[in-house]
């Protein structure tokens, strides 16, 4: 904003009184965003000033303090671990969609596949420092109605979205991230029978890691409790405001689709996600929770493919086996690499990009 000294201006006085347009209100939103997780509505922008911006930033990096240790991790929200705070703009109905990559390295595409939420945005600190080009597979309840309960089936649904971008060349690069490491091995598994080799880089994902991280965290004696406890944790992970009257109120419902009428009754104060987007994110996690919980890979043939695991140098849990179950995968040998941070959102990215790369 062109402020030499901001300690000498007083702290409770409006940004936009100080001087803030339309587009440094974006450049600060997006700030906010991209390095806290903060999301504010434009009219939450216009009414900041630097006291309420000290304070939010500083409770931010206190998270983030604490979700980079071993600690306790009955205390940890399961629902955090697996996905992020989102917005309208993170949700398309496209199950394609180009990322914006440098496109230096010709002749070689690569295909992302998002985590849990099923959002390419996931992507978005990655992707400009990626040399080739690259599609990202959205893969959510938006995108793929009726399928997303499956590994297997979504795996099929986008296979077809990859055959189209590699007429030209035999070799893949598949890079998964979460959950999406479920489905990346298994369209490696379609794309070998189909004749094509390649590699595969896991970020912080395997089956093993997966169905460990629901077990631990959002493991329910049945399906009704799985249900409300998603939508309990989805709304706190929104909303501070208490849960006990929705609480009350998911109790009462038999369906699905009565406890999502629920939830958006519960939920109003979300004004980063439409009714809709509340309804179809909220589907993607449970489907995805289900999709975890059914999938065995015990029967399955082993990958020929290469496969790069990309571990996180701080977690909030400890896993026995160092390659988190991936000998089980594929027939080679799996490389593993550290890379410094907790998830995906605040581990090093150009570490994350050079890895990738390097495989093309």
Not at 13 to 41: H, N, Y
Not at 154 to 174: D, N
Not at 287 to 301: E, G, K, M, T
Not at 323 to 343: F, S
Request: charged share 25%.
């Amino acid at each position: 904003m062109g402020l030499k000294n901001p300690n000498l201006v007083a702290p409770n006085i409006p940004l936009a009184e100080l001087g803030m347009d339309s587009m440094m209100a974006v450049e600060i939103k997006q700030t906010l965003e991209r390095e806290f997780d903060i999301l504010l509505t434009a009219q939450d922008i216009r009414n900041l000033n630097f006291a309420k911006l000290k304070k939010m930033t500083n409770k931010a990096e206190q998270e983030e303090a604490y979700d980079a240790t071993e600690a306790d991790t009955n205390d940890l929200d399961g629902l955090k671990i697996l996905t992020r705070k989102l917005q309208d703009s993170d949700l398309s109905p496209d199950i394609s969609v180009e990322v914006a990559t440098k496109r230096e390295v010709a002749g070689s595409e690569i295909f992302f596949i998002p985590g849990v939420d099923g959002c390419a945005s996931v992507y978005k600190l990655v992707e400009a420092k990626i040399k080739s080009s690259a599609i990202c597979l959205q893969h959510g309840a938006l995108n793929m109605p009726g399928v997303t309960r499956s590994v297997m089936k979504s795996a099929a649904y986008l296979l077809p979205h990859i055959l189209e971008k590699m007429t030209s060349q035999k070799e893949f690069l598949i890079v998964g991230y979460s959950f999406g490491s479920l489905i990346a091995i298994e369209l490696a598994r379609l794309l070998e029978d189909k004749n094509f080799f390649g590699r595969l880089i896991l970020i912080d994902g395997t089956p093993d890691l997966m169905k460990f991280l629901i077990e631990k965290f959002l493991n329910h004696s049945s399906e009704q409790e799985l249900q409300n406890d998603i939508l309990l944790r989805f709304r706190k992970m929104y909303l501070e405001s208490d849960n006990e009257m929705f609480a009350l109120e998911l109790k009462k419902c038999n369906t699905w689709e009565e406890k999502l009428k629920v939830l958006t009754h519960f939920s109003k104060e979300i004004n980063v996600l439409t009714v809709e987007n509340q309804k179809f994110l909220c589907s993607t996690i449970y489907d995805h929770i289900i999709a975890v919980q059914d999938y065995n890979i015990s029967s399955l043939p082993r990958l020929k493919s290469s496969v790069i695991l990309l571990k996180p140098t701080l977690t909030p849990i400890t896993f026995g086996e160092e390659d988190y179950g991936l000998h089980k995968v594929t027939e080679n040998a799996v490389q593993i690499h550290y890379v410094e941070g907790t998830h995906i959102t605040m581990m090093d990215n150009d570490k994350i990009a050079s890895f990738i790369n390097e495989a093309l």
